[in-house]
């Protein structure tokens, strides 16, 4: 079952229901295991059951919980437990760890630090900005990097520190964390964020890293960005009509359609179409055109269906406002977005959340906390059956 809802994490979309059958059944099977394991009774041997046992006893004593992880992080024996497993069940028991106890846990492990502040999202932990600053000037780029991406949604992390040019030189060479230094100046609204991110796009070569700064660009729906996401559907079919999507504008939907005539891209550019106008594209009838004897000229399918969707586009077109940018058909707002996000899981998320947070223009912890809101309404529906058990 962790097999299969892995599986689906790594779709672009998957709905939200499905996973949430799989994370109950989970959930059902580890009370079991664990109260039965509590009452005596013999259990299949299980690496698991060794992982879930301290952890759901963590429930009632947080510091048990960071002492056992403490001991894991900082063992010898790098093979005595699977750290992806662990990080598992951390997620499925996120009230054993206060974010006090976890950044003490921060301040005693050497190893695996880029982990823990994935951790830290993942389970709503605030740190300091201390903690963080210690990390992002780290030797280790896998903790400095996973610092810095925690830090882009904390709200009390402040314009600043996105912006301080001597924070951007640490990442003089990576492309991925730049785009998190951007991604937090744009979340905060700070000045000319849009046109920096212009300049570096056009500073570094396009199998560089490029796709993350892009995105940022799609998501400010600023009309001006919309020639590098043109360009970019051109070297990057498979990924470039998404970012469309994500712009909303009216011109983003024109650019679509001119698309749609160039067989690399027109697949791509049916799903964008989907996603931003809640719309099925308008697929012409080629056997009509066929069965004409008279038509000496007949359009490939891919141009008539261009056509079709510019006749559909020009009745709707008075509907969209050209400030406006949309999503699935409507107008975004943050209520919009945020149902959105609540409707859909895979890697379709980060983009929804991103959409809501610069629609509202407010940094908050909630995506990590709506990351694991699906196990903890699971563990409602089942605890009435274990947690005496287990307690």
Known sequence: MLKQRSSLLKRHAVESTTLRSIEQRVLTHWYAMVSA?????SVSDDEWLALITPLFDAKLNSAAGIDWLKTVFNSTDKNAVDIDKVAIVVQLIPEAFQSDSYEKLMDSVEHNRGLLFRWASLLGCSLSQECINRSIHSDDPIERASALRYAVYQSSVPVSFFTDKTNHQLSRNRPDELADWFHG???RNAPAAVEQILQ????????AGQYELIRLLALSSDEKCLPVLRQYCETEPDKGPWLLALHGLPTAIELLIDLLNQPTVAHSAVQAWRWLTAQPLPFADIQEQIKSVKQTNIQLPHEANQQAAKKWWYAQKANWSNNMAMWQGKPRTAELLKQEYSNYRGRITQDLWDMKLLTSRIVS?????????YFEQCQSAVTSSFIGETA
Do not use: K
């Open 37 to 41: 394991h509590n009452m005596g009774e």
């Open 185 to 187: 100046a744009l979340l």
């Open 200 to 207: 570096t796009v056009s500073e570094i070569p396009t199998n």
């Open 365 to 373: 912890h909630e995506p990590a906390q709506l990351r694991i809101s």
